[in-house]
DNA sequence: CTTCTTGTTACTGA
DNA sequence: ATCAGTAACAAGAA
């Protein structure tokens, strides 16, 4: 999609009313995320914790405060959609930014384009109005957490704790640990529809509405198809689009319609390479003459190419 | 007012 | 015991 066509894309979606300005942050943005933040928070301490809104901090602001202030931070990882802050003393701080979470890293500047507003992308003053939690480093550097809908969590748990919520995930796709052998492995046995498994984070860690629909029309395959149905081939082809995919979407740094910031305040370019999600009505862009279609899968809404993902029998 | 958005979990029914 | 499917929840927009 090029940016005139992009353009259009935004207008025709803001006339019709619907809300395209939502983002949600999948396994590539939530790395995007992880990535930013590791070179400029990995081995700073924490001098001091702001919090404006108490909601989104879980098991209470004292014990929240208290497990953070003067700690060092270790490490940053990832596992699915779920940031894991190590500040070591095997304290962990939990960070699920859910749909409009958003980390913002700054050093002397106070604004940053895009931070969270009701009218659009403009420079919005940090803390702004959906600042909840601001962490003050020790280099004079502050990381804010913003969240519109406070749907995002902050939590913070020991190693045991830790090590059972990391557990209860899926491989992790583009890890070792996701080969071709445990992706035919959780395909026996079921019979849901492909695009319910590929959410299932029990199963695969970190996909979300998006990737689920993209993965989905690169491997020419209909969402709702049972797995049951699906042909070697097209479990091979679905196993090389997952990794395909969600590695392009990171080298794109993840997908932004309207909330989806970096670290940096930077937006996610993946937008440009979408070629089913909020495309309904319009051509598909690899077969001549099909219209993308949404349909209800799973519970979700979903976008799909009649013409090249057929529904086979 | 209703309906839609999402990731996650609790729950139901098979 | 295991799996499929749905309701519920958070908060805001239209």
């Not at 890293?105 to 969270?116: L, N, P």
């Not at 860690?205 to 395959?221: K, M, P, R, V």
Request: hydrophobic share 40%; aromatic share 10%; charged share 25%.
């Amino acid at each position: 999609m090029n940016r005139c066509k992009q353009k259009l894309f935004y207008a025709d979606k803001e006339k019709n009313g619907f809300n395209v300005r939502f983002f949600m942050p999948e396994l590539p943005e939530v790395e995007t995320v992880r990535r930013d933040l590791v070179p400029v928070l990995v081995g700073k301490k924490i001098t001091k914790i702001t919090v404006l809104h108490a909601a989104p901090v879980k098991d209470g602001v004292k014990k929240f405060i208290k497990s953070l202030q003067f700690k060092t931070i270790h490490h940053i990882d990832r596992i699915g959609k779920l940031l894991v802050v190590d500040v070591g003393e095997g304290v962990f701080l939990l960070i699920h930014l859910k749909m409009t979470g958003q980390l913002i890293y700054r050093k002397g500047a106070t604004t940053v384009e895009g931070g969270h507003s009701l009218s659009g992308f403009k420079d919005v003053p940090m803390p702004s109005t959906f600042t909840w939690v601001v962490w003050h480093l020790n280099d004079g550097s502050d990381l804010y957490f913003n969240d519109m809908r406070k749907f995002g969590y902050l939590k913070i748990v020991d190693a045991q704790e830790k090590d059972r919520i990391v557990a209860r995930y899926g491989a992790e796709p583009l890890t070792k640990k996701f080969t071709l052998d445990y992706f035919l492995k959780i395909l026996e046995k079921r019979n849901t529809p492909i695009k319910s498994l590929l959410l299932n984070q029990t199963l695969v860690a970190g996909i979300g509405n998006i990737y689920a629909d993209e993965i989905c029309f690169d491997a020419g395959i209909f969402p709702g198809i049972r797995v049951a149905i699906l042909t070697m081939k097209q479990k091979k082809k679905l196993f090389q689009s997952i990794g395909s995919i969600l590695k392009k979407a990171i080298k794109y740094k993840g997908t932004t319609f309207k909330n989806y910031l970096s670290p940096h305040g930077k937006k996610g370019n993946f937008l440009d390479f979408l070629q089913v999600y909020q495309r309904e009505g319009k051509k598909c862009l690899r077969c001549d003459g099909g219209i993308i279609a949404q349909k209800r899968i799973g519970g979700r809404n979903s976008r799909y190419c009649p013409l090249c993902q057929k529904v086979l029998h």
